[in-house]
């Protein structure tokens, strides 16, 4: 008789909402035809990769040496890539970000992961987050026995609902996790929302007698539209860790190329960077995958080509509002969060499958009145789906 | 004040001693030049990748649309990838392998990981293990509360001490971990010593009322020296589970693609998958590096070349062996495990180091009376190691 870790084998059976959604869309389409399904369930995104990054690729294999391309890299990941990265980040904020806070990761879930993995010293140790969230920080605080605790929602532009966080922090709380740009409300946090909320950590921290960290999960910081700026946090809060990915930015979610990067001012900043080592050590990294990593050294300054996502996001969020839906515009990310005209949006997800247009319910993400539309699509895809959503609301009103 | 989780802080300042000889080596180099140093530390494979795995990055590169090559692929990897993988085992074994049974993932320290947490059902279940063995054991058991339990060695021939194993064994054992071809003595395990574990686990299984699983930790299985065949162990056991990298096959240790494989034949094979699955999820596994799960599908069958390693493995233990030193021959991978001349692998590895010889501390893989010397590195290395092992073992000698 197998004995098993019971936790472990139904979060394998039952897989994230998102993941299911997909997987149906992928054998869904092999039986009626991709053309037939308008599949906006994941955010792998459409946009191809930049020319030069490509071209980065070739160059590299064709000039270093195989063990340099595919040998081991440090753990942190080569120093060179780590320089390329942290000297383009302190050129583009005019902020100093050093490559030995930088430990580079399997994406942007690793980073999460080792960082919780770090900063749990308790079993019961508490990170909070805002609705609407990334469903899979649940599973991920959860690696150390650490528990995700969901703050409320502000739905009406997807800022901060400071009140509920401030009732939310307790003794437990070692972070606070931020993620903007949005998945999935597309919201960008704005200068006075992190400064407020960095008041409200130092006030905390110091009523506590410990540090409590924001953790600003942001693989689409560069995803933004209309010449906003996503503020970088480390500038208004010293006890800061970022984890980033290039899954969004380059088109190469697959590649699984992240990091994890301690500020430079955070307190005991070489300790904390340790315990984030030690975290990932812990679960299974030995190293990020070493060819992605040349080519990003090559890359690091490139830009997102966000042409394809902008025409995407005024056809869908156009045309939904004009029919009557109710969703704020996203000043970055990919994607839109709308408000279900059927109640929930668990019964929106499933009228919409009906007429093989996927959406995830947003009960994933801790909003369940609203479902997300991941635009990250070709634009025909969005074309063609316009007669099915009009359909529905259509439904919805009449009901 | 920080609050951080102490054991992973401590884990990440330590690094495992391995990994701080190569960092050494590293640095060494740089300030005494590469030729100076014979860096036998790191398992970093110096066989060239075959040439038709190069071809297939271009080709993978040239032929593919960018989002099949760079996108998400399934959390357990491209269907594709694994059906060329179970195909190419199912004909080399003889056995029906399913790709459905196979979950690929960021390397086998990954895998490792995962099935470790999958096991583990009640904090303090127990993962035995044979002295020499991989010391990162200890560390991955511990992800989800487990405990690494060492057995001791045979030191003579390195196969299994049976005695030993049965004293070991318990009502909490989840599995036995077995490493073969061997890393860090080169042993290759023999049908009879597979058989008698397997008759011993059968026992043991029905004692305690549960399976205890053969976890087979199997890097090295292609890389054998002079027509050895090492057993495919889910022949003479059901409930085995295979944790393989294709790092050493391949010499692509950094580009992290490995694979958690259960038997068909495993009790509830279905629940140890998921549950497998399950942990990979925990640890922030999103799927595994995309672009060489393509490379991989185009190459399964190819064999590793193992011209280099024949050549220093000749080099190394004839020289050694005349000069002295006693070691057992390695039927398999690319280590000499090396009885100290000093008493200890300690004093072994010190002066060594003191000649810039990097051999590792036997102490390492619970063996403190031995050092490795991992001997994938340029035949030139070898060569020009021999004067400082022989000065070594005169002084030893001497003492």
Chains 1, 2 share one sequence.
Do not use: W
Request: glycine share 8%.
């Amino acid at each position: 008789m197998p004995t098993l870790n019971e936790k472990a084998a139904s979060l394998g059976a039952s897989r994230s909402a998102i993941r299911e959604l997909f997987e149906y869309g992928k054998s869904r389409s092999l039986e009626a035809g991709g053309d037939k399904i308008c599949d906006f369930s994941l955010g792998n995104p459409s946009a191809p990769p930049p020319a030069e990054l490509r071209a980065a690729y070739f160059e590299a294999l064709s000039s270093l040496a195989p063990k340099d391309l595919h040998g081991y890299t440090s753990a942190a990941g080569d120093f060179e890539t780590r320089k390329a990265i942290a000297d383009a980040i302190t050129t583009e904020e005019s902020f100093e970000v050093l490559p030995e806070n930088m430990f580079l990761t399997t994406g942007a879930a690793a980073a999460l992961c080792a960082v919780f993995f770090a900063l749990t010293s308790s079993p019961g140790d508490e990170f909070a987050g805002f609705s609407p969230f990334f469903p899979e920080y649940r599973v991920f605080a959860g690696v150390a026995g650490g528990v995700f605790v969901a703050v409320s929602a502000d739905t009406k532009n997807f800022q901060i609902n400071f009140e509920a966080l401030e009732s939310a922090i307790n003794e437990k709380t070692r972070a606070v996790v931020i993620n903007s740009p949005n998945n999935p409300s597309g919201a960008v946090y704005t200068k006075e929302t992190i400064k407020t909320l960095a008041g409200i950590l130092k006030k905390k921290s110091a009523l506590f007698g410990h540090t409590i960290y924001i953790v600003t999960d942001e693989p689409y910081r560069e995803l933004v539209y209309g010449g906003v700026t996503p503020p970088f946090v480390p500038k208004y809060y010293d006890d800061t860790i970022i984890c980033y990915s290039y899954s969004k930015r380059f088109s190469i979610p697959g590649e699984r190329l992240g990091y994890a990067l301690v500020n430079s001012r955070a307190s005991d900043c070489r300790r904390v960077y340790n315990a984030i080592a030690g975290g990932a050590r812990v679960l299974g990294h030995v190293c990020a995958p070493s060819l992605v990593q040349k080519v990003i050294a090559r890359s690091a300054r490139l830009k997102p080509d966000m042409t394809v996502y902008a025409k995407n996001r005024e056809i869908l969020y156009e045309n939904l509002t004009k029919m009557g839906y109710t969703c704020a515009k996203p000043d970055g990310a990919f994607y839109l969060f709308v408000k279900s005209p059927f109640g929930s949006g668990a019964a929106f997800s499933a009228k919409a499958k009906e007429k093989d247009i996927l959406v995830v319910d947003g009960a994933t993400f801790g909003c369940p009145e609203f479902v997300r539309i991941a635009y990250c699509v070709d634009t025909s895809v969005c074309e063609r789906s316009l007669p099915a959503f009009e359909e529905l609301i259509k439904g919805g009103r009449g009901k």
